[in-house]
């Protein structure tokens, strides 16, 4: 008898809690890029191994198109860096960047091989924008973990031929009463390299989960880079005007 429970105990009490069905969970993040409309202002900011920050002044707008998601990041301040810059994220691939600076005719495509590095470097990339993960072809549900306090679902995601992308896979903490990622590590192609991200001050507005700040760090490394949100609006009623060629190369005077 003995060893039987011996042999039974593993199965009772050594469980793991089984992974949660992916395209449940995806669904929530999905619904959220889909009906994304919102407008944010704030800065990004670089703090380095010695603790200095160089910040920039950025406006975030997105809108979700028929079969696309654009967002454009518009660099205010300095004025040595303004520039504008349109994201559109295709669920089945095809993204593209384009970039426009003060006194451009048009907006010029990004080469893709700039597309993993960012206004204040490589820390915060371009790509990190576009959260496409979520619509790679390759989705596995691992194990629930806790990440603080938070109960989540983690999700494994891996791009297939037509994803444009400089990581090889993504795994994502998704609180699970609320669909919000919470922790991200992002593991590069040519490095292997992980980049993570952590999400701080998860906040509910107009029926939108949205997180206030968000660290991305490169592991194994010193200093961080922040993107901070101080206000904006999660339901701006954007138009495809506010993302047209011309909107792209237009500035207003000063920095």
């Known amino acids: 008898m003995r060893a039987l429970m011996l042999a039974v105990a593993p199965l009772l009490f050594g469980m793991a809690a089984p992974a949660a069905d992916v395209s449940a969970v995806l669904a929530v993040p999905r619904q959220r890029i889909q009906e994304a409309d919102y407008r944010a202002t704030g800065q990004l900011v670089r703090v380095d191994a010695a603790g200095a920050r160089l910040s920039y002044g950025v406006t975030l707008k997105a809108h979700w198109f028929p079969g696309v998601l654009r967002v454009l990041l518009e660099i205010n301040s300095p004025a040595s860096a ?43 990339s ?12 390759g989705q596995t549900a691992l194990e629930p973990a806790k990440y603080g306090a938070r109960d989540c679902d983690v999700i ?39 980049k993570e ?49 011309t909107a792209l190369v237009h500035f207003q005077d000063g920095p």
């Open 82 to 124: 303004r520039a504008h810059v349109l994201l559109e994220m295709r669920p089945e691939g095809h993204n593209a960047i384009q970039i426009a600076h003060p006194g451009d005719k048009a907006a010029a495509a990004l080469p893709f091989d700039k597309w993993s590095d960012g206004p204040l470097g490589a820390g915060f």
């Open 156 to 194: 494994m995601s891996t791009p297939g031929s037509a994803d444009r992308t400089h990581y090889s896979q993504v795994k994502t903490w998704l609180d699970k009463s609320i669909g919000f990622p919470v922790y991200a590590e992002k593991s590069a192609k040519d490095t292997a390299a992980v």
């Open 197 to 245: 991200f952590t999400y701080f001050g998860l906040r509910h507005n107009g029926g939108v989960w949205s997180a206030s700040q968000i660290e991305a760090k490169v592991r194994g490394q010193a200093g961080s880079t922040l993107l901070i949100v101080n206000g904006g609006s999660a339901k701006a009623n954007l138009t495809l005007k506010d993302f047209s060629p």
């Open 126 to 137: 371009y790509e990190d924008l576009f959260e496409s993960q979520y619509f790679w072809p």
